[in-house]
Each structure stands twice: as C-alpha cells, then as structure tokens.
C-alpha cells in the first residue's frame, strides 16, 4: 500500500469514525414495558429517532413505582454515552437527586407525561395538561348527571403523586366543587366525595376500591378514576352488585381498550392524551440538543381531548370514532 491510498482510506476512517461520533445517544425511561401507553410512547420513540439518524437507548421499572430501577436505567444510558434523557418518573420526588446528577454531568433530562417534585428538577416536561384533563371530565360528569346530587368515589392512583392529585383536583374543579389548584400535590375531599381509595392505576386493584366503596356508601352515582384500567375495574365491581347502569364513570388516558369501553357504555366520558407526540417530540429536544447544545426548557403542552359516545350541549367533545382513530394500543 502506497502513502497516498493509506492517507484517502486514514481520512476515509476518520470521517467515519467523526459520523458514528456525532450519532446523537438518546435515553428513554418508561415507568413500565408492558402498559399499552408506555408502549407506544417508545414507538414513537423508536420512529422518531430512526427518522432523526439517533440512536435510542430504552428501559422501564418493572412496576409502577420502581423508582431503583429507573436510576439502575438512566445510570447505564449515561454510561453509554446517551446526552440526553427522556423520562416517565416512577416516584416524582425520589428520582430528584439522580436527575441532579445526570443533568451536572451535561445530559438533558425531560420529563415525559409525569413532573418530578418540583418540576424544574428536569429541564423541560412533555405531557398532558392532567388538571386540564381533570376539567374536561369534571364538566361532562356534572353535564350527564343532570342536576342530580353528586355522591362520588374517587380511584386515585396513590398519594402525593402529580398527575394522580392535577387529575384528580381538575375533576372536583370541572364538576364545580371545592378543591385545589393544579400546584397543589394533595387530593381534595369536598363532602360530595364520600370514598376515595388508590387503585394504582391497575384494573384489579380498581375493582377492589370500588368494592370498598360500594360497602361504605351503596348510593354512588358517580366514579372518578385516575385512568381506564382502574374505570374497567370500577365497572366490574358495579356489575357484580348490580348497579352498573345508575353510575356515571368518567377516566384519563384514550387507550384503544378505553375508548372501546367508552363506546360500549363501561365509561361515559375519557380525556384522551398522546404518549407517541410526548416521545417524538422528547427525541427531537434529544438530536436539537446534539447539534446546537440548545436546551429545552419550560412545560410543552401535548394536548388533551374529551372522547364521549353521547354529545352534550355545552361541553365540548369528541366522538369515539375520532378517539378511536387517535388511539393507542390494541384497535
């Protein structure tokens, strides 16, 4: 090999080695793998960070809650190289001190769907307006009812929680009852709210708080629930006492599953919201960031839309024909 052809193939190798070197390392951290909404928050994920020339780096908790193993998953994307961290947290307050860590050592950590406790412990938040959400289902509740007394059970996801007390609060609010503001991480409790239990946002653990409910208070007539495994749950409970069809169930989120159980009357109304826009736009904060060293910062609002089977004058709502085409999950 002569000088010449060895300096073309040292340049050649170089330029290479400079484009795998500029491949943006992005880390993305569910709370769980198997939730269909974490599901398809790494699909668009995945589709955005192929579309972007990044690589993307997943990992989940193996439940809800399991805050170690988040820091055992942002640890190891940090040591393979990742810059930027997009992340679900588990346990608001308890990932604080491994997001300082990793955002010290120059990673960009946004928070997608849930705030840390505080919210600027990341440098932006990606997610649904859930007070918002809250609202939306508070004012088509109070619209179904009909004048009716309100007497309800709340299936919380578990306290001290963001999302579950902004969900939560927004309901009481949009219904017209007393509660708190959206920065407020406690769960009002106006007379009106006769039972309230953690579901964790877990079908089976719903039907065991509206179990309880039933057996504190059997003249509910109105069901909040923190998402819509928990309202499935709910429902099941209220069948199996016979009292399904004089409750109103009202749920977050917009799942297939959801907006099938929408249409076939298990849930009256839903706040549909979009896990793939929260992702999608967390890599392309991630790739922003690899080229320009520009930060994303503040709160992005991803949208929320009120998915009901019966229009209701005066709230404004979408049909289970458009929640279905905007869904996520299993069709």
Not at 47 to 73: F, P, R, S, V, Y
Request: charge should be positive.
């Amino acid at each position: 090999m002569n000088f010449k052809h060895a300096t073309v193939i040292a340049a050649l190798l170089a330029a290479s080695g400079a484009t795998m070197a500029a491949e943006p390392v992005i880390g993305l951290i569910t709370k769980t793998e198997i939730n269909p909404f974490f599901v398809k928050m790494k699909e668009g994920a995945q589709a955005e960070a192929k579309k972007l020339g990044a690589k993307l780096l997943t990992g989940a908790g193996k439940a809800d809650g399991d805050n170690a193993g988040q820091i055992t998953a942002m640890e190891n994307m940090i040591a393979a190289g990742a810059k930027t961290i997009l992340i679900t947290p588990s346990d608001s307050k308890a990932i604080v001190p491994a997001i300082k860590k990793a955002r010290a050592a120059g990673v960009m950590v946004i928070a997608l769907d849930s705030p840390a406790d505080p919210a600027d412990a990341t440098d932006a938040l990606f997610a649904t307006d859930n007070f918002k959400a809250g609202v939306l289902i508070g004012q088509y509740a109070k619209a179904a009812l009909g004048g009716k007394k309100p007497v309800i059970a709340t299936l919380d996801l578990f306290p001290g929680h963001p999302v579950g007390a902004q969900r939560h609060n927004g309901f009481l609010q949009g219904y017209g009852l007393q509660s708190f503001d959206a920065k407020n991480n406690e769960l009002a409790k106006p007379a009106e709210v006769v039972c309230m239990a953690d579901s964790f946002g877990d079908r089976a653990k719903g039907q065991t708080g509206m179990e309880n409910c039933l057996q504190k208070n059997p003249d509910i007539n109105l069901v909040y629930t923190i998402n819509e495994p928990a309202a499935a749950g709910a429902y099941n409970a209220l069948k199996a006492a016979g009292k399904e069809k004089g409750v109103t169930i009202v749920s977050v989120d917009g799942g297939c599953e959801g907006v099938k159980n929408v249409g076939k009357g298990v849930i009256t109304a839903t706040s549909q919201q979009y896990p793939l826009k929260m992702a999608s736009m967390g890599v392309a904060a991630g790739v922003e960031y690899a080229k320009t060293g520009k930060k994303a910062s503040g709160y992005v609002d991803t949208g929320v839309t009120l998915i009901a089977d019966k229009a209701i004058k005066g709230v404004d709502s979408k049909s289970v024909k458009v929640g279905t085409d905007l869904c996520w999950g299993t069709k």
